[in-house]
């Protein structure tokens, strides 16, 4: 058996440094599980021949992002099909999860008619509670009212809010409104006090999960995937022993280990978009019509307590 | 885009010697010169304004058009005016009025920076 892959033998297109490019951001399903800060990853088809307790965690949830409902364009002709996609992909999970968290760009272009039809195809889903963040596509002509109208009830300034489960700390943070020229995501000076004051009261074994859209760690500045001012808000997390980050915005999957934060952001659900620096522009890209269901898709998050343990399992809508 | 070069250091060069032989004359004069001024495309491309950088004299209209897949909002810095969210191939205009120099960013992808510079 050859060591290597010398060329394309398959002749489909794919040689081996760009198969492996493609699987290093498309999500193979792998399964992430955080221990002590340290991530150990298995592979899905194991798992599902010897489940861990880790797969059937405490508290289950779901990811879904980037939906983009409106776009049109050749990266993807039907954005509704491949959410409902994400739906029965949910739908269809060993462990209904307890919720969703939809981290942004919900619509392409801001429509009524685009929240409407997101909301009507995510009725289909058994989580029945979904918490949101807005994505910039979401506030995009009227600084975010139309956004807080539908989604803000209960959260404070353009959209930030906490809850707890089970024992959980959910901060949803929002970095998408009042862009500055030249800078990257921002969370602003009242958002940061809020974060301040909100954990504050916790004991540093709560665990935290945080969500937003814009990545709170700096992906790739040139392509504005990063955010100006998180490193001040990520600083209140210090003292804390078990804290998770997840992010949308570039439709890809990433991982990150810090110190105590483990980052991690989701796939779309619409379209794919290039690893940063291999394109000219972070805008979509297109695949062949057959492979575009395997890079998209969803995380499914699960949470041990008492072993501060958090596996978040990225799977494909293929 | 070299035309409009031309055309414009052709309406500079009657200006000074207008201006030259005038020594402070009436402003009006000016103005009914600049309406003469070429109005300028600016083209979205790869999440990127081009040109980056352009000079027109005051009354010129600048018309910004979008080839990208995803929408841009072009946005002055000093917020003297926003375009709504321009999808593909949507179109804006905008008509500078007062000489100055004009930054303007896309305010959804800030990082998108480029300025128009008003003679």
């Known amino acids: 058996m050859p060591r290597f892959i010398r060329d394309n033998q398959d002749k489909d297109g794919i040689d081996r440094r760009g198969f492996l490019r493609c699987m290093a951001w498309a999500g193979t399903g792998a399964l992430w599980v955080m221990e002590g800060g340290i991530l150990k990853s298995f592979s899905l088809s194991a798992l599902a021949k010897n489940p861990t307790a880790a797969a059937q965690g405490q508290l289950s949830f779901v990811q879904i992002s980037d939906s983009h409902m409106g776009f049109n364009k050749a990266a993807n002709p039907d954005v509704v099909a491949t959410l409902q996609a994400a739906v029965a992909k949910i739908n269809a999970l060993p462990q209904t999860p307890a919720f969703m968290l939809h981290t942004g760009d919900i619509t392409h272009l801001s429509k009524p ?20 963040v807005p994505g910039e596509h979401d506030v995009l002509e009227d600084d975010g009212k139309q956004y807080l109208e ?21 901060i949803g943070l929002v970095n998408v409104v009042d862009l500055k020229a030249g800078g990257l995501g921002t969370l602003g000076e009242d958002q940061i006090k809020w974060l301040e004051d909100d954990v504050r009261h916790l004991k540093p074994s709560t665990p935290i999960i945080v969500f937003a859209h814009i990545p709170l760690w700096s992906v790739y500045p040139d392509w504005g995937w990063g955010t100006d001012d998180s490193a001040r808000a990520l600083g209140y997390f210090k003292r804390f022993g078990s804290v998770t980050v997840l992010n949308g915005h570039i439709h890809q999957v990433m991982q990150k280990v810090e110190g105590n934060i483990t980052f991690h952001t989701a796939q779309s ?26 890079v998209l898709g969803i995380a499914d998050v699960n949470f041990i307590r008492g072993r501060h343990t958090l596996a978040v399992t990225d799977s494909t809508l293929a | 885009m070299k035309k409009h070069q031309w055309s414009l250091r052709l309406v500079g060069m009657t200006l000074s010697a207008f201006l030259l032989a005038a020594g402070s004359g009436p402003l009006s004069a000016v103005h009914s010169e600049d ?5 300028t495309a600016v ?27 995803v929408p841009h909002v072009v946005s002055s810095d000093d ?13 804006f205009s905008y008509t500078f009025t007062k000489p100055g120099t004009y930054t303007y960013y896309c305010a959804i992808h800030p990082k998108m920076t480029a300025k128009v510079v008003v003679q």
């Not at chain 2, 491309?45 to 979008?66: R, Y």
């Open chain 2, 43 to 69: 083209k979205i491309d790869n999440f990127s304004f081009a040109p980056g950088s352009i000079t027109i004299a005051a009354g010129a209209t600048v018309t910004w058009t979008n080839n990208d897949d």
């Open chain 2, 79 to 91: 917020k003297s005016f926003r375009s709504k969210a321009l999808d593909t191939d949507d179109r």
């Open chain 1, 269 to 294: 659900t619409a379209f794919p978009q290039p690893a940063p620096g291999t394109a000219p522009s972070p805008g979509p890209m297109t695949v062949p019509a057959e492979r575009l269901r395997s």
């Open chain 1, 113 to 132: 008619s685009e929240f409407d039809t997101v909301d009507q195809v995510l009725k289909d889903a058994k989580p029945k509670t979904i918490f949101y």
């Open chain 1, 150 to 170: 539908r989604y803000g009830k209960g959260t404070k300034g353009n959209g930030w809010y906490s809850f707890d489960q089970k024992g959980v700390h959910f």
């Open chain 2, 35 to 39: 309406k003469a001024a070429p109005n």
